[in-house]
């Protein structure tokens, strides 16, 4: 059974850090495509960030570029966003999301294309 569990998300005041982590199991996580999508109240899914399977073609949004980097250790099966010069525009529920199939790039923004967990709660606010 695929598991993706995320935490590390709570409040934080703008220019601050978190960091996300994502705790995988049921299936060979070093054989996916992995991102992290988030979804901000009223508004749709946005994709923030991507790393194939082997650590190669990582993509950011523009919205989170040079402040977000995405990682994976294979050896542990997990996966991070570390998230720095946060801002209130970043308050959003954070989604661990995993490829459907297999040593496949999945397509960013087709939510039929992705698995994902329940999410972990980040609340940018002074």
């Known amino acids: 059974q695929v598991q993706l569990v995320e935490s590390g998300g709570g409040l934080a005041q703008p220019g601050g850090s978190l960091r996300l982590s994502c705790a995988t199991s049921g299936f060979t996580f070093s054989m996916y495509h992995m991102s992290w999508v988030r979804q901000a109240p009223g508004k749709g899914l946005e994709w923030v960030a991507g790393v194939y399977a082997d650590g190669s073609e990582i993509y950011y949004s523009d919205s989170v570029k040079g402040r977000f980097t995405i990682s994976r250790d294979n050896a542990k099966d997990m996966l991070y966003l570390q998230m720095d010069s946060l801002k209130p525009d970043d308050t959003a529920m954070y989604y661990c999301?995993?490829?459907?199939?297999?040593?496949?790039?999945?397509?960013?923004?087709?939510?039929?294309?992705?698995?994902w967990g329940q999410g972990t709660q980040v609340t940018v606010s002074s």
């Open positions: 999301a995993k490829a459907v199939e297999r040593g496949v790039r999945a397509t960013y923004g087709d939510p039929a294309a992705w698995y």
